[in-house]
């Protein structure tokens, strides 16, 4: 934000608030986090259908005294509200567009044509510049969040407009999650080890849990109340209880397991865990937290994804996408993937006829969900750190990788 937007900040509280909003607007400076350009997720924009409690409430007034909904859509059904083209009426309008994290910064690419169209940089500056791990969508879904771990900070983007808000210090944010309520967001942090609660608007912290391992990759309980997290190193697997902010249970999964991607199973009963070093997927006991079998895909298995029907679960790595069904437990399809290395799933599409994986070798691409054919590739110019896809079906975002209820 230039001096402007600087000078306004050191005014009253009260004329900050204006002023910071009409620099913001004129000089074309992004507006501070807790700041909202209209049709942006401010105060006056309606949540309605997102099917949560809105999270943007006018200061001096209390949330309206009615009952929120259900975390999880009636039957106990988790995936029910992230069907083909159930987008959230709030982010209908969105544009649909890839995001790459290259390490230096976010490469910003239309699905339909594959055409870089603009690119966001990380970093602590305002013209960023760093090295950018993670983009997450946040739980309204209307603006994405950069994890940069080399600089120590997460970069709001507004998913509508594009622009880059200021950043907010945050130490190694390998992951960041939000709780299905919205009133929470937690950044799992690699140095020291340990959860830090924060606010979900504002990233203001809160408070911290420490962890036995570094974590990074995670899925919430079906009532949403516990995050459980996968520790690559230790080849094991923590259970968080956000309300009480401790680690409630841990789990050493079996011979010399390599943990990555974790899923919850659709019907709330089963953690899927990828595991690189056997090559296929855990079940852990969601209850029990305890493992339950183990499917073998493929060697390398690490990125998880849920088609849009929850039917299947994709399993990438090591050069091959697998498919597993979740009521039988069984592998019903394998196919090669472009270059034979690491990918990395990005999501499905909102028809759920492709899934957007991104290669170690330089590539993002979409593959038939139905028979794992490449429908359309383009190279990019350095090797990606990850991948979202935005929007996606869904009531709100988890986070993580790709998280959608």
């Known amino acids: 934000m230039g001096r402007g937007c600087a000078a306004?900040?050191?005014?009253?509280?009260?004329?900050?608030?204006?002023?910071?909003?009409?620099?913001?607007?004129?000089?074309?400076?992004e507006p501070p986090v807790g700041f909202y350009r209209p049709g942006e997720g401010?105060?006056?924009?309606?949540?309605?259908?997102?099917?949560?409690?809105?999270?943007?409430?006018?200061?001096?007034?209390?949330?309206?005294?009615?009952?929120d909904p259900p975390v999880v859509p009636a039957g106990g059904r988790v995936y029910a509200a992230t069907g083909p083209g159930m987008i959230a009426p709030g982010a209908r309008s969105m544009p649909a567009r890839l995001y790459v994290a290259d390490g230096r910064g976010i490469e910003v690419i239309d699905p339909r044509t594959l055409r870089l169209i603009g690119r966001v940089g990380a970093g602590a500056g305002a013209g960023g510049g760093g090295a950018a791990a993670r983009v997450v969508p946040s739980w309204?879904?209307?603006?994405?969040?950069?994890?940069?771990?080399?600089?120590?900070?997460?970069?709001?983007?507004?998913?509508?407009?594009?622009?880059?808000?200021?950043?907010?210090?945050?130490?190694?944010?390998?992951?960041?999650?939000?709780?299905?309520?919205?009133?929470?967001?937690?950044?799992?942090?690699?140095?020291?080890r340990r959860i830090e609660v924060r606010d979900p608007r504002t990233m203001r912290p809160r408070a911290s849990v420490p962890l036995p391992c570094a974590a990074a990759d995670g899925d919430f309980t079906l009532a949403g109340t516990s995050l459980v997290m996968s520790c690559?190193?230790?080849?094991?697997?923590?259970?968080?209880?956000?309300?009480?902010?401790?680690?409630?249970?841990?789990?050493?999964?079996?011979?010399?397991?390599?943990?990555?991607?974790v899923r919850l199973s659709p019907d709330g009963g089963t953690f899927f865990v990828a595991d690189a070093a056997n090559g296929g997927v855990w079940a852990v006991d969601a209850r029990t937290f305890a493992p339950r079998g183990f499917?073998?895909?493929?060697?390398?298995?690490?990125?998880?994804?849920?088609?849009?029907?929850?039917?299947?679960?994709?399993?990438?790595?090591?050069?091959?996408?697998?498919?597993?069904?979740?009521?039988?437990?069984?592998?019903?399809?394998?196919?090669?993937?472009?270059?034979?290395?690491?990918?990395?799933?990005?999501?499905?599409?909102?028809?759920?006829?492709?899934?957007?994986l991104a290669g170690a070798e330089g590539l993002v691409y979409a593959v038939s969900t139905r028979t794992g054919r490449v429908l359309r590739r383009a190279r990019l110019?350095?090797?990606?750190?990850a991948l979202a896809v935005h929007p996606q079906p869904g009531r709100y975002s988890l986070g993580g990788t790709g998280l959608y209820r």
């Open 140 to 192: 309204d879904l209307r603006r994405l969040w950069i994890a940069d771990t080399v600089h120590d900070v997460l970069v709001p983007v507004w998913a509508r407009t594009g622009r880059r808000g200021l950043p907010v210090p945050a130490v190694d944010p390998a992951g960041l999650y939000f709780t299905p309520d919205g009133r929470t967001a937690l950044v799992a942090a690699g140095r020291p």
């Open 42 to 67: 401010g105060p006056d924009d309606p949540v309605v259908g997102l099917g949560g409690p809105a999270p943007y409430v006018r200061p001096g007034t209390e949330r309206p005294k009615t009952a």
């Open 381 to 385: 110019r350095s090797r990606p750190a």
């Open 8 to 29: 306004g900040r050191r005014r009253s509280l009260l004329g900050a608030f204006a002023l910071a909003g009409v620099m913001a607007l004129v000089s074309g400076c």
């Open 232 to 261: 690559t190193s230790a080849g094991a697997l923590v259970r968080v209880d956000v309300p009480g902010r401790r680690v409630a249970g841990a789990v050493r999964l079996p011979a010399g397991a390599r943990p990555g991607d």
């Open 295 to 356: 499917v073998r895909t493929a060697p390398g298995a690490r990125g998880l994804a849920i088609s849009r029907d929850a039917r299947r679960l994709f399993v990438a790595g090591g050069g091959t996408l697998a498919t597993v069904d979740f009521r039988t437990r069984r592998v019903t399809a394998r196919w090669p993937l472009p270059g034979g290395g690491d990918a990395i799933p990005g999501g499905v599409s909102s028809d759920g006829r492709a899934l957007w």
